[in-house]
């Protein structure tokens, strides 16, 4: 049996199948933020756009593996990440840079990047009782803890 396609059918075919390649491409990169956090100087702009004042603009930095499979601890992590809108089962397996400001004596943002593009972060209060809230998480335009 053969199809016989004219170039109207032809032109249909290929005009759905470039929308589904452009509709998967935006399913993986799901997750991913176009925001750009390549230098010091962008991290710390984007923090003070979520409202956060840093001690300094001192950082450290450490480099993880996002393990293939989430044990509880991760997907507690993870359930996190996704009231920013962030989700990093989209990068089990990738290797992920963490970089960790003080806001005060007691409290740090993370931020967690992949190619130098956010992909997840927290706000995380020191102290031993202390929480953690969603990079984006707020409560009536202020963090508590």
């Known amino acids: 049996m053969y199809v016989l ?3 109207k059918r032809l032109a249909v075919v290929l ?10 491409g935006q399913f993986l990169s799901a997750g991913a933020s176009q925001t750009d956090l390549s230098t010091n100087e962008k991290r710390v702009q ?3 756009t979520l409202g956060i004042k840093l001690q300094s ?9 996002i393990p293939q499979t989430f044990n509880k601890v991760y997907d507690n992590y993870n359930n ?13 397996g990738k290797q992920v840079t963490i970089f960790t400001y ?3 004596s007691q409290t ?10 956010l992909i997840g972060g927290d706000v ?3 102290k031993i009782d202390g929480q953690m809230t969603a990079l984006k998480e707020n409560t009536n335009g202020k963090r508590t803890f």
């Open 15 to 24: 005009a759905a199948v470039v929308l589904a390649l452009v509709l998967v």
């Open 108 to 117: 740090v943002v993370n931020l967690i990047t992949f190619n130098n593009k």
């Open 57 to 65: 603009d001192d950082f450290t930095q450490k480099q993880v593996v």
């Open 46 to 48: 984007y923090i003070n």
């Open 5 to 7: 396609l004219t170039k």
């Open 80 to 92: 996190l990440q996704l009231k920013s809108g962030f989700n990093l089962k989209n990068y089990c």
């Open 102 to 104: 003080n806001i005060d």
């Open 124 to 126: 995380a209060s020191l």
